[in-house]
């Protein structure tokens, strides 16, 4: 089977490989995925969508990338899943039509962002220039 082909099932029938079907079970096994292919030394599918989902949200972000999604692309948590899979469809499209290059200009882009604020200016982080 294909990374393009069990994605298109995990999305058909998240249930039977997740059980309970929330945004947390889905993330656990993706992330689960992605490090079964480190330990394994396979080809990371998800290697660049890191990059993809930050450079869509145009700041830094320390946050795993479907947390991302979550914070600031979703409106709930339900809403979150289809687009955890559809920036998983976006990023393979993306390797499958510019290979490599397309993360190098992407990257590229990020540099700008470097400084920028967070999106909230109450979170405890924020750097704001306060005396």
Same mark, same amino acid.
């Given at each position: 089977?294909?990374?393009?082909?069990?994605?298109?099932?995990?999305?058909?029938?998240?249930?039977?490989?997740?059980?309970?079907?929330t945004f947390q079970t889905v993330s656990?096994?993706?992330?689960?995925?992605?490090?079964?292919? $480190?330990?394994h030394h396979l080809d990371d599918p998800?290697?660049?969508?890191?990059?993809?989902?930050?450079?869509?949200?145009?700041?830094?972000? &320390?946050?795993?990338?479907?947390?991302?999604?979550?914070?600031?692309?979703?409106?709930?948590?339900?809403?979150?899943?289809?687009?955890?899979?559809?920036s998983i469809r976006d990023l393979q499209?993306?390797?499958? %039509?510019?290979?490599?290059?397309?993360?190098?200009?992407? &990257?590229?882009?990020? %540099?700008?962002?470097?400084?920028?604020?967070?999106?909230?200016?109450?979170?405890?982080? $924020?750097?704001?220039?306060?005396?």
């Amino acid at each position: 089977m294909t990374f393009t082909g069990f994605i298109e099932g995990l999305e058909k029938r998240t249930g039977m490989y997740v059980g309970e079907v929330t945004f947390q079970t889905v993330s656990t096994y993706l992330l689960g995925y992605q490090m079964c292919c $480190h330990v394994h030394h396979l080809d990371d599918p998800f290697d660049g969508i890191d990059e993809l989902i930050r450079c869509r949200l145009g700041r830094r972000c &320390s946050l795993h990338w479907t947390y991302i999604i979550r914070q600031f692309f979703a409106e709930d948590e339900e809403s979150a899943i289809p687009l955890i899979f559809s920036s998983i469809r976006d990023l393979q499209r993306l390797k499958a %039509e510019k290979g490599r290059a397309w993360l190098k200009s992407e &990257s590229d882009r990020m %540099e700008k962002f470097k400084r920028a604020r967070p999106v909230n200016p109450s979170w405890p982080f $924020h750097t704001s220039d306060q005396p």
